[in-house]
C-alpha cells in the first residue's frame, strides 16, 4: 500500500496523458516522468491497482486504463489537458520563486544540521523533508534541484548528503545573516530561513509549518536589521531607499519613535523582496524598549 501522495502524483501524470476519451497509455514515456518524480517504475503496478480498487481508474486493457469521473475529480487536470492555464500576476510569479528557493534552503540547512556539515554522512530524505518541513513531492523537487546545483547528492532511492559546495553555500548564508546574496539564495530568503520572519507556508495553500522559533530579538539586532533593510532597499528606487534610511536613522535613535518606524514600515508589506526584512524588523521592534 503506497502513501495518498505517491497515488496523487501517479494519477496526475495519467491526467496529463490522457486523450479526449479520457483514455491512457502507461508506457515509457509515462514511466520516465514518474522517475523524475522519485517514483520508480516497480512502485507504478502496485499504484494503478490502488488507483482501480478505489474506483480513480478503469483497467481497459493491457497498460490500457481509463480515468473515471471520481479520477477527475480527485486532483485538478493538467492545464493543457482540460483548460487554458490561469494567467498569474508578476508577484504571484515572484512570491512563488521565493518560495521554492525557501524550500532548498531550508532542505540544505536541514541536511546540514543533521549531518553537522560533515558530507561523509548520508541521511534519510524522508528525515530532511520532514525537518525542512515539506511533504515529499516538494522535497524531492528541492533536492533535485540542489543536486543538479552540486549542493546536495544522492547516494541511494532513499539516502542523501551534502556536498562540500553545499557546506560552504549554508555556512556563507549564516555567516552573512542576510546582508547580502550568496551564490545560489537571495538576501530576503536567508532572512526568512534564519531569522525568523514568521511563519512560512509549506505543503500547499493553507498548510502552515513554523520552521525557526524566535530567539530573543534585542535592540543591537534591531539597528543590524535597518541596516540590511537600508542595504536590500537600494535597488528598489530612491523614495524606498530614503524610507529605509529614516527607519535605519530611527532605530540607532535613543528616543526611538515606534510609530513612525511601525508607519514606514507598511510601505514595505507590498514589496515582495522587502517584506521579509520588515516582518523581521516589525517583530524587533516589539521586543525593545524605547
Known sequence: MHSEATILTVLRELLRHMDRAKIVLVDDRVLANLQTEDIGSLVVPAALQQLVETGRLERIGDALYRVTHDGEMTIPMAPDVRQEPKRRTMAEKIADQQQREAARLRLLDAVYERTQGNPEAAVLKTDAYADAGLPWDEGSAAFRYLEKEGLLEGHSSHMLAITHEGVK????????????????????????????????????????????????????????????LRNAARDHGEFVLKAAERIHELAKSKERDKTEMKFLLKGFETIIALAPFANAIATAISGVGG
Open 169 to 228: 553555500e549554508r555556512e556563507a548564508a549564516v555567516a552573512g545573516q542576510g546582508a547580502e546574496r550568496t551564490d545560489h539564495f537571495p538576501a530576503a530568503v536567508i532572512i526568512q530561513t534564519f531569522h525568523n520572519v514568521g511563519s512560512v507556508q509549506t505543503g500547499g495553500q493553507g498548510n502552515m509549518a513554523h520552521v525557526r522559533q524566535s530567539v530573543g530579538i534585542h535592540g543591537g539586532d534591531l539597528v543590524h536589521l535597518t541596516e540590511q
